[in-house]
């Protein structure tokens, strides 16, 4: 074959090299004669599995969804929970009220949805009434009255107990005195006044004998009246709290029975409502002081804090209000802390001290997702601490425990509330990478047992008129949603090329729709700087355009670089043994192409084929399997015979960073094959792709970016019409090259080459015929392969000659000896 026709043979044509997609098979003039409903693209087997985990309402069917970011996983996740939610019956309220039994064991009580907040306001209704009610009560002059009466009859039967005492002593020439130590007896003078103790001590002997005769007579009749007055006391004080306590009752019976009968049907309403009265019986001397308005602002004034309202232990605390929610609830849940997950019970200062009650109790994500759907980010649940167990539990158990982070870890226990768990029924939605969700399942046992359901979203779906169809509602509903201007048919067009392109393929369409939606929103944004009342195709190729101006401020660098001499790349001229090669270089979010130079050098020697790059440890494994396999297909092509000797090295130029991959195979492989041969490779010719041992070209990725890289640097240094890059034919499929190369390529300026072999790609870059071995294997004179075996066979001859007889091989040595065990494959 000649130079020429294997040129032409393997040339693309310039519609090979990019999709171009017809404005006028989309079937609408502008975006804004599509609906604006938010469209889901592809994603048919995440969404299959995605609906079928919702449709399961088991124990351990919750729902992980798997997929790169910026794939729709999270908000098409969204979007289909919430479709299925509004179909679905609102969950109930949850309210906390306290325990008068266990107060640090609050209860929990659920009512229908909506009624909760009712319930709240009739109990706050009840408790402003009950205080109304008491103070008017107590303050009114009826109860004054009837108080004093019932304290009248009490102060009558002591005052009758002690003026019969006192007769009695006054019969015995006593008297009754009140002291702070209690009451005692002491003699009197005919007038009837008590005798000072001094005068009683210079009375004859006798006489105070008498004297203490006569009180020892009544000291039991005194021990008696005493006893008999706190009994009466007792008795007094307790009529007293009986006739208070049925007053209270009065008033409490009214508000309390309306609200009993109105929440008949919930017994734990009935429950609460009842201990809530006991309650209010028992405490009625603090809230009778709640309601004294000049207590209340006499306190204000004496203490630096206000006191606690001691009507505020008979609030409703409404956890979960489900009043204006359509549907099961929906929650996504951003910052997945414990506590934002479980729930919570806060604190505050009194008096120096942290106290809490039921008042405090904050509802978590579970709880207001509780009956419905809980979305949350793997990620984000798995870096916050405990906040992946305390889900687990919850879902384990069915049910929500509020506990202290401390206690839930082991670590800190502590006297607070322990509220009584709520029933848990919740469908979690878990968003994450296919990386998290293997390590989840491989190192924690129970995450299968609590996520039974994958829903995978891939990165890429296939260009069918379907998906075409979705991409295009998918951009009307952005411009409807975000008031942007709409999208002309070539300016959609434009943006499934730039999908297609990000997909790397041109059957497929992209489904990274970050990236997607940002190019439509800065192909608007350019629209609206020209004043355009649509955007169009070139608003769309500026977006793209301008995006990596922004970022490939390096690549230019480096393009500068080689245009300078400074990195040395050859685009035009041949020379033997030296090729150009192709990597990509990834910066953040954005890649670019470079050429680098590859030489290979032959020699006399028994060492096979050194990879300079792993003599000096910069080469990484994959790579370095490259080179090993080019050295076996060389051994299984030119040593059948007779053993390889050779000593050749191969090496990246001006390479100061570690090199890996095996895209550069090939490349190494057709510069050592010029090298041996003696022919020049045409220098304004860039080649990428790996090899295998049989010698077929196998695809590579990055193949726009390497083209382009090219491109470019030959543009730099100036194209001759001759320049050109060999990539693998299978990746024919994945070019989606820049409109501009597409047009150097239509105009004869620039070539883009697919081949299956080597054969092939030598031919192309030596302009020499490959040559096919024959029956007795050997190839024709004048070939790539005849020269090359001939090489080798001078150079094994001269090894021979004047290698020392213990170095001579006695069998195939193609390949350089590893000093140490090659890496095992991955």
Not at 291 to 297: N, S, Y
Request: some cysteine.
């Amino acid at each position: 074959m000649t130079p020429t026709s294997a040129r032409d043979s393997h040339s693309l044509s310039p519609d090979a090299l990019r999709w171009t997609c017809d404005p006028s098979e989309l079937g609408f003039k502008s975006t804004a004669e599509l609906p604006a409903d938010a469209a889901i693209v592809g994603q048919a087997r995440g969404l299959h599995a995605l609906q079928f985990g919702l449709g399961i309402h088991q124990k351990g069917y919750n729902i992980f969804v798997s997929g790169p970011s910026g794939t729709g996983r999270s908000s098409y996740s969204r979007l289909e929970v919430e479709r299925l939610a509004h179909t679905e019956p609102v969950p109930q309220d949850w309210c906390y009220v306290r325990n008068f039994t266990t107060a640090d064991q609050p209860m929990a009580i659920s009512l229908p949805a909506g009624e909760g907040p009712a319930f709240r306001e009739h109990v706050a209704d009840m408790v402003a009434e009950v205080r109304e009610g008491l103070r008017r009560a107590f303050t009114g002059e009826v109860y004054e009255q009837e108080r004093a009466q019932v304290a009248k009859r009490y102060e009558q039967q002591l005052a009758e107990l002690w003026e019969q005492l006192g007769a009695d002593a006054k019969a015995r020439g006593l008297a009754l005195q009140r002291t702070p130590t209690g009451i005692l007896m002491a003699p009197v003078d005919l007038q009837g006044r008590p005798i000072p103790q001094e005068v009683f001590d210079r009375l004859p002997e006798a006489e105070r004998t008498r004297v203490q005769a006569r009180i020892d007579e009544l000291k039991e009749a005194l021990a008696d009246a005493q006893r008999k007055a706190r009994t009466l006391e007792r008795e007094g004080r307790e009529a007293l709290r009986e006739f208070d306590m049925q007053v209270a009752k009065n008033v409490l019976d009214g508000p309390v029975g309306r609200l009993k009968e109105h929440y008949k049907e919930y017994q734990k309403v009935g429950a609460f409502l009842d201990s809530a009265e006991r309650d209010m019986l028992s405490q009625l001397s603090d809230l009778r002081a709640a309601g004294d308005i000049e207590a209340a602002e006499q306190q204000r004034q004496e203490l630096p804090f206000m006191r606690r309202d001691p009507y505020a232990r008979y609030q409703v605390n409404l956890l979960v209000d489900h009043k204006d929610t359509k549907g099961a609830p929906v929650v996504v849940e951003a910052n997945p802390t414990f506590y934002n997950l479980v729930g919570k019970a806060e604190y505050r200062a009194e008096f120096g001290a942290l106290v809490t009650d039921f008042t405090m109790i904050k509802a978590g994500a579970l709880h207001r997702a509780n009956g419905g759907y809980l979305i949350l980010q793997a990620r984000d649940v798995l870096t916050s601490p405990y906040a992946y167990e305390g889900l687990k539990r919850a879902l384990r158990s069915q049910e929500i425990r509020i506990e202290p982070l401390g206690e839930a870890a082991g670590i800190l226990p502590a006297a607070t509330l322990r509220p009584e768990p709520i029933p848990l029924d919740v469908k979690v939605v878990m968003v994450g990478t296919p990386d998290i969700y293997h390590l989840l399942y491989s190192l924690d046992e129970e995450f299968e047992k609590l996520f039974k359901i994958r829903a995978d979203f891939d990165v890429v779906i296939d260009r069918t008129p379907e998906s075409v169809k979705e991409y295009a509602l998918a951009i009307a509903a952005i411009c409807h949603r975000n008031a942007f201007c709409h999208f002309d048919p070539t300016g959609v067009a434009a943006v499934l090329e730039h999908s297609a392109r990000l997909a790397g393929n041109q059957e497929k369409l992209s489904t990274r729709f970050n990236e997607v939606v940002e190019i439509v929103y800065e192909a608007t944004a350019w629209a609206r700087r020209e004043g355009s009342d649509v955007a169009t195709r070139a608003h769309v190729l500026q977006a793209v355009e301008e995006k990596a101006y922004r970022s490939n401020l390096l690549e230019e660098r480096i393009r500068e670089l080689i245009a300078k001499g400074i990195i040395l790349v050859d685009t035009q001229g041949a020379v033997a043994g030296q090729i150009n090669g192709l990597s990509v270089l990834q910066l953040g979010d954005y890649a670019f192409g470079q050429p680098s130079r590859i030489t290979a050098r032959a020699y006399v020697g028994g060492r096979g084929v050194v990879n300079i790059e792993r003599e000096s440890q910069m080469s990484g494994r994959i790579h370095s399997k490259g080179v090993f396999v080019l050295s076996s297909f060389l051994a299984g092509r030119f040593a059948q015979e007779r053993p390889l000797s050779l000593s050749a090295s191969l090496t990246f130029e001006q390479l100061y960073a570690e090199v890996d991959g095996d895209s550069a195979s090939s490349t190494e492989l057709y510069a050592l094959l010029s090298e041996l041969s003696g022919l020049p490779i045409d220098q304004g010719i860039a080649v990428t792709g790996s090899i295998n041992q049989r010698g077929e070209i196998q695809p590579i990725g990055g193949v726009n970016e390497k083209i382009e890289g090219f491109y470019y640097v030959c543009k730099a240094k100036g194209l001759t019409g001759r320049q050109g890059v060999i990539i693998p034919i299978q990746n024919v499929r994945d070019l989606m090259l820049r409109p501009e190369v597409v047009g150097a390529v239509r105009e004869g300026r620039f070539y883009v080459w697919s081949v299956r072999t080597v054969d092939e790609g030598i031919e192309i870059l030596t302009g020499t015929a490959a040559g096919e071995a024959d029956a007795g294997g050997r190839f024709p004179e004048g070939t790539v392969n005849g020269r090359v075996a001939t090489r080798l066979a001078e150079l094994a001859r001269r090894f021979r000659e004047f290698a020392p007889a213990g170095e001579r091989p006695a069998g195939e040595r193609a390949a350089e000896p590893p000093r140490e065990p090659p890496p095992a494959a991955q």
